[in-house]
């Protein structure tokens, strides 16, 4: 079915709008099941309403939501429209945006390349960080219009079909995430982290930022240091720091997971 076609529901369904949510109902007979109907069937999901009509709701979780597609979007619908060419994660894509639109809203919403997260849509967290032109930045900060011509690099560019990246294995040895969230933004970080480090690129704990040395060896200090910028409310910083030690000496690093007794 088309995402942007109004099911026909069945009578049950119908029913179980008519109990739980009955001020939406001719929404839902107009145009569909949307976002808003989906997540408020979830909570009620979630407190257990749905219990005695388990099989219907399951039905209705598994239908297509009535959103417009991307594709359809046209100078019409668009404000401020420009057109931006740009590369993301090998492919060329050509796009008509609102001039004003970030790169992470771009990303997500057009795109569907949900993986970088929008946190605090700030610039203080990191999550949204993705790879541009070799040089990490914040989408949430960037617009899509600044990237004309550029290659972009998101956490779903990273690993080559089925084979993850160095640095994604060494997150999943090491647990460098728990709740999952910063983990895109963690990733797509130190790995152009590793780049900087062989460009010699300074930091703020750099001994001597006149003298330019290539390589750069990453001590833990420098690797906290250069991943400030991405925050982890779960605290998994311990096991983040030895993943990228490990990938930028290229030799197995101690896990120093800490059990209570």
Known sequence: ?????????SDDEKKLFEDLMPEDLDEILDTGVNRRHFLKLVTLAGGGILAAQSAVAEQLFTRPLNVPAAAELSSATIENGVN?????????RKLLVDSRMTLLDTLRERLELTGSK????????GACT??????RVLSCLTLAASCEGKSVKTIEGLAKGT??????EAFLKH?????????????CSAVALMDEAKRGDASYVTEDVR???APVQLSTEEIRE???GNLCRCGAYPNIVAAIQEVHSGKPVEQTFRFSA
């Not at 079915?1 to 529901?9: A, K, Y």
């Not at 993705?130 to 040089?135: E, L, S, T």
């Not at 647990?175 to 990733?187: A, E, N, R, S």
């Open 118 to 125: 929008k946190g605090c849509d700030h610039g203080q967290c």
């Open 130 to 135: 993705v790879i541009v032109d070799g040089q």
């Open 163 to 168: 084979v993850l990246h160095p640095m994604q």
């Open 175 to 187: 647990d460098g995430f728990q709740c999952g969230f910063c983990t895109p933004g963690q990733i």
């Open 84 to 92: 931006v060419s740009l590369n993301v994660n090998g492919a060329a």
């Open 211 to 213: 003298k330019k040395t």
């Open 226 to 228: 250069r991943m400030s």
């Open 1 to 9: 079915m088309d995402v942007n076609e109004t099911p026909d529901l």
